[in-house]
């Protein structure tokens, strides 16, 4: 049976319904992964500095960043075992291609933190993959908010890179900086992603 070759409007309208469908598949009660990370970095920072602060800057607190990917990942695994499966489309490979990389990339940061030292450098690496992340993910999915939103992210970790390298440990800025800048990457577009795919909903895979 010959495939019936689609002609540049029916081509438009199906990659359209693929990122219409990404989207929708991203909302919270489906696993928004955006909303699970975002508040987990939030609520995990807020631990650590709370922590610092009780003990006088312990560095042994640093370790308290592993709940991160272990609350993220087990919770991502769980609702991936759980969700019923879909059809999965090229737009939905690319998304997830795009997190898993930046997921192993920040684990591979944390592991060689553990080895070598730097905790430091936790905040504004893990900041500065994340944004990139964002932002490709809102360039696929042609979301102004996901596209323009990571640059506050990607200014921020650079200015903390930069202080670092000059000496200046300023732990209530870099952690408050961090909070306010997960929430701006992370938080906010996610619930706005939500709120348009609800009112979108779904197209026909057919």
């Not at 609520?43 to 312990?58: A, E, K, M, R, S």
């Not at 795009?98 to 060689?112: D, Q």
């Not at 450098?121 to 596209?147: A, E, F, H, T």
Request: hydrophobic share 50%; with cysteine.
């Amino acid at each position: 049976m010959e495939d019936k070759k689609l002609n540049e409007k029916e081509s438009l309208e199906l990659i359209s319904c693929m990122i219409q469908n990404t989207r929708r598949k991203l909302e919270l009660g489906d696993g928004n992964s955006m909303l699970l990370w975002g508040y987990t970095m939030v609520g995990v920072t807020i631990l650590v500095y709370v922590l610092l602060l009780l003990t006088d800057n312990n560095p042994q607190c640093n370790w308290v960043w592993w709940l991160i990917p272990l609350i993220g990942g087990s919770i991502t695994f769980y609702w991936e075992r759980k969700k019923t499966r879909t059809v999965v489309t090229y737009t939905d490979k690319m998304v997830s291609t795009i997190w898993k990389g930046i997921g192993f990339t920040f684990f591979a940061t944390i592991m060689m933190m553990f080895i070598f030292g730097g905790w430091m450098l936790m905040i504004p690496l893990s900041l500065l993959y994340v944004s990139i992340g964002v932002c490709m993910m809102g360039n696929i999915l042609c979301d102004k908010w996901m596209s323009r939103l990571p640059a506050f992210g990607l200014m921020m970790s650079i200015i903390i890179l930069c202080r670092l390298f000059k000496g200046e440990f300023d732990w209530n800025y870099y952690l408050l900086t961090y909070i306010l800048s997960s929430i701006i990457v992370l938080i906010i577009p996610g619930h706005v992603m939500n709120r348009q795919a609800k009112k979108e909903g779904v197209c026909s895979e057919n």
